[in-house]
């Protein structure tokens, strides 16, 4: 009934412009996106109420919203006594472009306060919806709890990567289910993908997440579902339980989630929408809406490839020294970057001289030495460290490493996801670009905002990526088909890609310090196009990759950020072809599953003719998943490229204006 008197209304009248003052308790508002597809119902009475319709067709039936404050105010409970609408264009043009230079922010906009000193704003883009509101009474106070209420169309499934504790890496698979069939209690980290028996897909995210805990998403007991947060920690212990120095006990919490000290810009709430899988790959919303750049001198902020030790457990070979967390490996790794133009090396844990010891080094590694070397081969060398000790004595640590010559941190085993742990990303960030240090975020939850605000912050994990081969068998083709539609529409994402040792479906086996892939060689090229990373890894040992020079060359040729992007063909789970292009140089990338497919694109995106560099499955390559085929032709704006691929197979080319 809710849903068919929101239909009714939205025939009678199109509101795009207020001119009137509220006087009534109880108000309906309806907003349109620029291309009329879109169109949004707001209901304001004793908070506030909104649906969502796509081409005529509910996509979200009925979303509550509000907040609770201490001082036992209710956002919206109030009446109305302010409004306005307008259309908003602007161009932003990204430091670190991930998949484009240059972004059109356009969008129509409905803004409601109301008497208790809450604002809801509501931004209506052609992809999607955002909404957030601000608390304008400056005071101290806490926030008792943040409201989301969310129902979707019967028959309405979901992707849900479904947590076990709020206390997580947030590394999950996605539970491909009915919304009724999830179970009760059941919750989520974000972001979380839903789509409408009808096919429209609906992923909910957040962004400008500053001095605020993450949002989940939980099963209630009527089977709707609800926004929870982690309370604010009054207590976190040593896990002592468990002898780890890595991570905590969360002893005692609060009733609060947040604890706000004056005015304050809650985080946007972003729902990317859309009939086709494509606009969940080019939807730029969660950059639009995150806090813009606060750093004058970004000149210093340098993205690029990292040859990275973990993954393959500094397994080197073929050499007259004892390969292992040593001064003469990571020589080895610094040569072999610097002799492929590769930009970093990442020490990762085993460096220090204990894991919560990070000023001193591994008695068998010389690390000072290390960045000197590194640096005089034109290579950057980013030190992994614990966060725990990190967050208890910044300045001194980052000052350290900055005076020892390192170029970036990578910090590891966050964690928690509550107010404090989402303030200490923000301080890390802004004392690490104090002292020009580039941040990769490990043991993370999702990217929400900060890499705007903070451009020296380029990467997050909070992905089951290519380091769980080393212990389990589910990081299928599939898997790796549905995190570019889900947890990469948040941002950037440290999947550490580049194995070189690739198995089919029937041929892969755990091994944890001879990690393999599932796929072909090429399904792992292309996720160099496909995946976004301004700090990209290169995961194989290093001497694996020199038995395999023809797919490195062709690796080091491939950007880490981006100009413009394009989908050609997308199906979550299933399939993907993107393009790419840096400066007047196109790049393709293309993926499947288990299923070999075929397509033939057409090249109209490009102008005048290239040299082409293909990596195409090779014909063996569902026996043999390493085998490929390198082809060079000449392509132009007419021709048609086709893509054929084996089994978890992929395609790569390179496209060299002429």
Not at 54 to 63: M, P
Not at 122 to 145: C, E, H, M, P
Not at 251 to 262: F, H, M, P, Q
Not at 431 to 443: R, S, T, Y
């Amino acid at each position: 009934m809710y849903s068919n008197y929101f239909k009714s209304v939205g025939k009678v009248f199109l509101l795009l412009l207020f001119s009137f003052h509220f006087t009534s308790k109880a108000q309906d508002f309806q907003l349109s996106s620029l291309d009329g597809k879109l169109r949004l119902f707001v209901k304001h009475e004793n908070g506030f109420v909104w649906q969502l319709l796509l081409e005529e067709e509910e996509v979200i039936s009925s979303t509550a919203v509000s907040m609770t404050m201490d001082d036992g105010r209710v956002a919206g409970s109030d009446a109305i006594t302010n409004q306005k609408t307008h259309a908003v264009k602007e161009i932003i043009r990204p430091e670190i472009p991930y998949k484009n230079a240059l972004i059109i922010d356009h969008y129509n906009t409905l803004e409601l306060q109301t008497g208790e000193g809450f604002e809801i704003q509501f931004r209506l883009y052609n992809d999607g919806l955002a909404y957030r509101f601000i608390d304008y009474l400056d005071i101290s106070k806490t926030v008792q709890s943040e409201i989301l209420q969310l129902t979707f169309p019967d028959g309405t499934k979901t992707y849900f990567p479904e947590e076990e504790s709020m206390y997580s890496h947030n590394e999950r698979n996605y539970l491909h289910a009915g919304i009724n069939e999830l179970e009760k209690g059941s919750f989520c980290s974000l972001p979380v993908l839903f789509e409408t028996a009808k096919g429209a897909k609906v992923l909910l995210t957040e962004t400008a997440l500053h001095d605020y805990p993450n949002m989940f998403i939980e099963v209630n007991e009527t089977q709707k579902l609800q926004a929870i947060f982690p309370h604010f920690v009054l207590e976190a212990l040593p896990d002592t339980i468990r002898g780890t120095d890595r991570n905590e006990i969360i002893a005692k919490t609060a009733e609060y989630i947040a604890v706000v000290d004056g005015s304050f810009e809650y985080p946007w709430r972003v729902f990317i929408v859309g009939n086709d899988d494509k606009v969940l790959i080019e939807s730029n919303l969660a950059y639009q809406l995150a806090r813009p750049n606060v750093l004058e001198d970004i000149a210093w902020i340098k993205p690029g490839k990292v040859a990275w030790d973990w993954y393959n457990d500094n397994n080197i070979f073929g050499v007259d020294f004892l390969s292992g967390l040593n001064t003469e490996t990571y020589k080895y790794y610094i040569d072999f970057a610097s002799a492929n133009s590769i930009e970093y090396v990442i020490l990762d844990e085993g460096w220090t001289k204990s894991t919560t010891e990070i000023l001193g080094f591994n008695p068998d590694m010389d690390v000072k030495n290390l960045i000197s070397y590194a640096e005089n081969k034109g290579v950057g060398i980013i030190l992994w460290v614990l966060w725990k000790p990190l967050n208890e004595n910044m300045t001194e640590i980052l000052s350290t490493y900055k005076s020892w010559g390192a170029r970036g941190i990578k910090v590891d085993f966050m964690q928690r996801s509550d107010q404090a742990m989402v303030s200490s990303y923000e301080a890390i960030a802004k004392e690490a670009a104090k002292f020009e240090l580039l941040v990769d975020f490990h043991g993370a939850f999702k990217p929400a905002g900060l890499q705007r605000t903070y451009p020296n912050v380029l990467n997050f994990e909070g992905v089951r990526g290519a380091e769980n081969n080393k212990w389990t068998d589910q990081i299928t083709p599939a898997h790796n088909l549905i995190i570019p539609f889900i947890r990469m529409a948040a941002g950037p994402m440290d999947y550490t890609p580049g194995s070189m040792i690739n198995a089919g479906k029937d041929d892969f086996a755990v091994n944890w310090s001879r990690p393999m892939s599932q796929g072909t060689r090429c399904h792992q090229l292309a996720m160099y196009v496909i995946y976004e990373a301004p700090l990209q890894m290169l995961c194989e040992s290093p001497s694996n990759y020199l038995k395999e020079q023809e797919s490195v060359d062709f690796i080091t040729q491939i950007p880490v950020t981006w100009d413009e992007t394009k989908v050609l063909e997308a199906k979550i789970g299933e399939y993907l072809v993107v393009a790419r292009r840096k400066g007047t140089d196109w790049y393709i990338g293309a993926m499947t599953d288990w299923t070999s497919r075929s397509f033939e694109i057409d090249l109209d995106f490009i102008s005048g003719s290239y040299d082409a560099t293909i990596m195409q499955d090779g014909i063996n390559a569902n026996r043999h998943a390493q085998d490929y085929k390198q082809l060079k032709t000449s392509l132009a704006k007419n021709d048609k490229l086709l893509i054929d691929m084996k089994s978890g197979g992929g395609f790569a080319a390179i496209l060299k204006a002429k």
